[in-house]
């Protein structure tokens, strides 16, 4: 059964007079607990279809469902409280907070999510969670003092901290060398499998298509291609 | 709450800037509201030490005191309608003290003790400041158009009159002295009212309320309209200060306000951080600030007419707070606007 579906949708720029349209009706749908990556030429309009599925952007036209709630009627407000609970989001930067530690970060996110959670129970799920990215030791470190590498695990630890139930990541690996890379994108499958998190994410990265289940191809703001792996 | 505090803890220099600059205009602030206040009782706390109530002045006299005349027949019947209401004169003139040096006063004399101070004929009660400078219980004094000479026979506190000591003397000597058989003015306090609730009108006066009345002597509304003109001025440019320092400080911040509100955090949580932040600065700013003008009061030569009451320093720092809160909202507007995916689109912070 589909989680997260997108019908017909369409998104078009307007450059002053002159309108572009950057996503040409597009049909997607994202079954639970898989991993479907985004593949294509720079300018294919992977990113502006990634941040209209996540809510980030709206759609000029077309439908966007999840767990059967319509998403472009939505008030902003009702899409905020479902970025904040049932959403997860790894950008192609780590985009930390400068002023919150490493452990401030995740408790900012179970806070946004108002994670149900005991204060207790909370601070065990920051250890386990950190733990599983190897960032415990750093929990008291600032973003300034990491490496690309450290802040883009622990963005992904924020982006799981509150088991969100889709997980958008654009190109969450572009930042990293190949072997951190592997590393990060290894942690993304395992979370994964482990929460039954469904994950949408941007890549250019064909080694990295060797973690998903499927892979959608862009062109020209169309899908020209879907293939399970 | 907290992630205000985090926030301001890891970014000190900026905040301690703003702190201080707003500690240095509040405490601006507060010394000429000190200084406005002192000036202000300095001039005329002979009528500010009145309770509040009216004042009548002939209405031929034109607003000013010492044209005005009130007859005996007229204060005759102004009494029989209102008999708590006093009647006095104020003459600016001076005197030689007993070691032959001038001094300026302001001669007061009236018909009732309520508000007044009661003086014996042929003894006169001084200002406490005249004290200080040498003039002592049992003094003659004398001046070179009178035929007779004063005893001096004590001395109140803050009796001040058109920056000059107050001088009471009884009213027969005042109309023998300055050669006239009228009172000037006429008072009466709202809490002796009788028989009507507001304040009673007579025929032939012009009635003026306390402030009003303060307001009739020339140097009493120049100087304290200048000196609340730089007041007011320094607390607009107070909630300016604050408006532009958030407005410059939100701008370096406009990333992450995008990126915390596309993981879902609340832009009311973003702007109570900001209070927070002001109101941590302000308060901070506001307490160093009240305790250096009140030591200020108390360290202020003598001869410096400074007077900060708790009130004063109470109301300005309300407004103060409100102030900047305005200035940081409007400020503010900006994060309402962000939108999350600006942030994402302009990479690394
Ligand atoms: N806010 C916008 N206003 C106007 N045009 C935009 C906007 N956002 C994206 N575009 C245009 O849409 C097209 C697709 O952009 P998009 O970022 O989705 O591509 P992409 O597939 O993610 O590329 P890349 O691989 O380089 O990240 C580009 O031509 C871009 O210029
Ligand atoms: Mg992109």
């Known amino acids: ?229 | 709450m907290k992630m205000a505090w985090k926030e301001m803890k890891k970014n000190k220099l900026r905040y301690t800037i703003l702190g201080l600059i707003v500690f240095l205009i509040s405490l601006l602030t507060f010394i000429i509201s000190g200084l406005a206040n002192g000036l202000s009782q300095d001039n005329a706390s002979l009528i500010k030490n009145l309770p509040d109530g009216t004042f009548y002045l002939e209405e031929e006299a034109d607003e000013t005191y010492s044209f005005s005349s009130l007859s005996d027949q007229q204060q005759q019947e102004i009494a029989e309608e209102q008999p708590a209401t006093a009647f006095f004169s104020i003459q600016m003139g001076n005197f030689i003290d007993s070691s032959d040096k001038q001094r300026s006063v302001a001669y007061v004399s009236a018909s009732d003790s309520t508000y007044f101070q009661e003086v014996h004929s042929g003894e006169v009660i001084l200002d406490a400041s005249l004290e200080e400078e040498g003039i002592a219980v049992g003094d003659e004094i004398t001046n070179e158009q009178w035929d007779q000479s004063l005893t001096v026979a004590g001395f109140v506190d803050q009796e001040k009159y058109s920056h000059s000591p107050a001088a009471f003397i009884n009213p027969n000597d005042f109309q023998a002295l300055f050669h006239t058989d009228t009172m000037q003015i006429a008072f009466i306090a709202d809490s002796a009212i009788k028989n009507t609730d507001d304040a009673p009108v007579f025929k032939g006066l012009q009635a003026f309320s306390n402030n009003e009345f303060l307001n009739t002597i020339p140097s009493y509304s120049a100087e304290q309209m200048s000196l609340n003109m730089i007041v007011i001025f320094l607390l607009v440019i107070s909630g300016m200060l604050f408006a532009i320092f958030f407005y410059m400080i939100n701008v370096q911040k406009l990333g992450i306000y995008g990126i915390l509100k596309a993981i879902g955090v609340k832009t009311g949580k973003l702007f109570q951080m900001m209070w927070a932040q002001m109101f941590i600065i302000s308060v901070v700013s506001l307490i160093l600030s009240i305790s250096i003008s009140q030591a200020f009061q108390l360290l202020a030569p003598n001869g410096m007419p400074f007077h900060l009451t708790w009130e004063t320093t109470g109301l300005l720092s309300l407004v103060f707070v409100i102030i900047g809160f305005i200035g940081a909202t409007l400020s503010g507007i900006q994060i309402k606007r962000v939108e999350p995916i600006q942030a994402i689109q302009q990479g690394e912070m």
């Not at chain 1, 000029?60 to 059967?68: L, M, P, R, V």
């Open chain 1, 1 to 229: 059964m589909s989680l997260f579906t997108m019908d017909n949708v369409r998104k078009t720029f307007a450059h002053g007079e002159v309108k572009e349209e950057i996503l040409k009706g597009i049909n997607i749908s994202l079954s639970q607990g898989k991993i479907t990556a985004l593949t294509g030429a720079s300018g294919s309009g992977k990113s502006t279809l990634l941040t209209i599925a996540a809510g980030l952007q709206t759609a000029s036209d077309g439908q966007i469902s999840f767990e059967q709630q319509e998403l472009t009627s939505m008030r902003s407000e009702e899409l905020r409280q479902i970025r904040a609970k049932d959403f997860g989001f790894i950008f192609q930067f780590a985009h930390l907070v400068p002023f919150l530690t490493v452990q401030e970060q995740l408790d900012l996110m179970l806070d946004t999510a108002e994670s149900p959670l005991s204060k207790q129970t909370q601070k065990k799920e920051i250890k386990q969670v950190l733990e599983l990215v190897g960032m415990w030791k750093r929990k008291d470190a600032y973003p300034a003092s990491l490496s690309g590498g450290e802040k883009q695990r622990v963005a992904v630890a924020r982006a799981i901290i509150h088991s969100p139930k889709v997980l958008f990541a654009d190109e969450p690996t572009a930042s990293l060398d190949s072997k951190r890379s592997q590393e990060v994108m290894k942690l993304i499958q395992n979370l994964s499998k482990e929460r039954h998190i469904t994950v949408l994410m941007v890549t250019h990265d064909m080694d990295m298509l060797d973690f998903v289940d499927e892979v959608i191809e862009m062109r020209d703001g169309k899908i020209v291609d879907k293939k399970n792996t």
